[in-house]
């Protein structure tokens, strides 16, 4: 009977160990926000006039880390400013919107910074691939709806600078 008193008692330790020593802590998780970084100006030009369509602020993604990093976890994206993706070579692009929160009319444009293709209405976190459908050199992300206000086409073409 003392064995089994013990025995009990032991257990029951054990048990209070267990359940006391494996829970987890609960940890806050900060989402830290990313501002936007006006790195150039960018104009939207009609083709066959090259009339101004807009004028936008950009930031430039240019390395591989800014590309693979676009504007995933911005919570917000004005309508005078956009993100312009620059690669080192035209190819076919394909993009996605993992962890990206707003939704984005993505424009695909050739080595001549002429519009080739568009994906509009990205819907957020949406992993599926949106393909360029040609040969794109620069990719220009927008807030979903703006390439329809602003009527923009195929044969559109863009100006940019850096600053």
Request: charged residues 25%; glycine residues 4%.
């Amino acid at each position: 009977m003392k064995v089994y008193s013990m025995y009990i008692l032991l257990l029951s330790m054990c048990v209070t160990l267990l359940t006391t020593s494996c829970k987890e802590e609960k940890q806050v998780i900060k989402q830290v926000e990313v501002p936007f970084t006006k790195e150039g100006e960018l104009s939207l030009l009609k083709k066959g006039t090259d009339s101004l369509i807009q004028r936008l602020d950009i930031e430039l993604a240019t390395s591989q880390t800014e590309r693979d990093l676009g504007l995933m976890y911005r919570n917000e994206l004005k309508d005078h400013q956009g993100m312009l993706f620059v690669f080192p070579n035209s190819a076919p692009r394909g993009f996605y919107m993992r962890n990206t929160y707003i939704p984005l009319d993505i424009i695909f444009l050739d080595e001549n910074s002429t519009i080739i293709s568009m994906q509009k209405d990205a819907k957020p976190m949406d992993e599926s691939s949106l393909p360029s459908n040609g040969s794109a050199q620069y990719v220009l992300e927008i807030n979903a709806g703006l390439s329809k206000k602003w009527n923009l086409e195929v044969g559109d073409t863009i100006d940019f600078f850096a600053l």
